[in-house]
């Protein structure tokens, strides 16, 4: 797929929007409230979002202090996201939004004034400008998606599913390597119906046998593991599909854990 990259910009810059305006209408006991990532509230899941902002700020425009700073943090542990959210956990819900505003609004222009295919590090495999504003744009979308199902109300409309999916497709092979299993050779086909229009976005060969089929935000709220693939109404044929799509992972770190599929009495466990 092509990278319009001012679409893209102008898609994490939408998705801000929403974030920002929905959590400007809520209560200071909402920041507090647990939501379905296990441990974290929604405080937590904006300073995740701020924090790792910084970090791609400083991979843009410092590579080798952002190699240190990487290393430091990832010699905590696999849980080093959690000790993120702990260290801010004394900000109050002002210091945290004017954090979170004044660091999207920083890297927004700092990726608006780059090269989108110059190569960066990151915490996964280095990625381009344009793969890093796109892994942006997911980690807003899917911290956010907790942030909305904490309120029990919907994602506003996304103009950037288009690119996460592609993300999702794209880490194929990472989220293989990531569980220590070797990358299929088999194809997969992956067509997904957009929101609205109703329009076909696909990738893979078409006379692939192993394929994922259903609308597009399901697929997204999968390889983000905001939803157990049973919980969607994706279409899943053939073994390769099927073990995928039990370890999709968009973004870089541990392998995680997922949410588990719903019980039999409608409720739900949580996992981040």
Known sequence: MAVDYPALLGALDSETGHLLDFLATTTATFWRAPTP??????????????????????????ADRFRVDAAE?????????????????????????????????????????????????WFGPDMSVASAATA???????????????????HPPASGLRSIAHLGVSTFAFAHRL???????????????????????????????????????????????RRHVADTALTVHGDVATRWMTIAQAYAGAPGTGRPQRNTNGREEFHR
């Open 136 to 154: 942006r744009l997911m980690e807003t979308w899917a911290h956010g998606q907790d942030i909305y199902d904490t309120a029990g109300v919907a």
């Open 37 to 62: 990532a296990a441990g974290w509230t929604v405080h937590d899941q904006l300073s995740h979002l701020a924090f790792f902002d910084d970090f791609a700020y400083l991979a843009l425009t410092d």
């Open 73 to 121: 943090l990832t010699a905590l542990g696999t849980d080093f996201p959690d000790r993120v959210a702990e260290r801010h956990r004394h900000l109050t819900r002002r210091e945290l939004q004017a954090w979170f505003t004044e660091s999207r609004r920083r890297l927004l222009t700092a990726f608006a004034e780059d090269d989108p295919r110059r190569r960066l590090p």
């Open 179 to 225: 569980h220590g299993l070797s990358v299929p050779e088999q194809p997969v086909r992956v067509e997904l119906t957009a929101p609205g229009t109703g329009e076909l976005w696909t990738w893979g060969p078409a006379g692939a046998t192993d394929r994922v089929i259903g609308p597009a935000a399901d697929f997204v709220l999968a390889i983000t593991q």
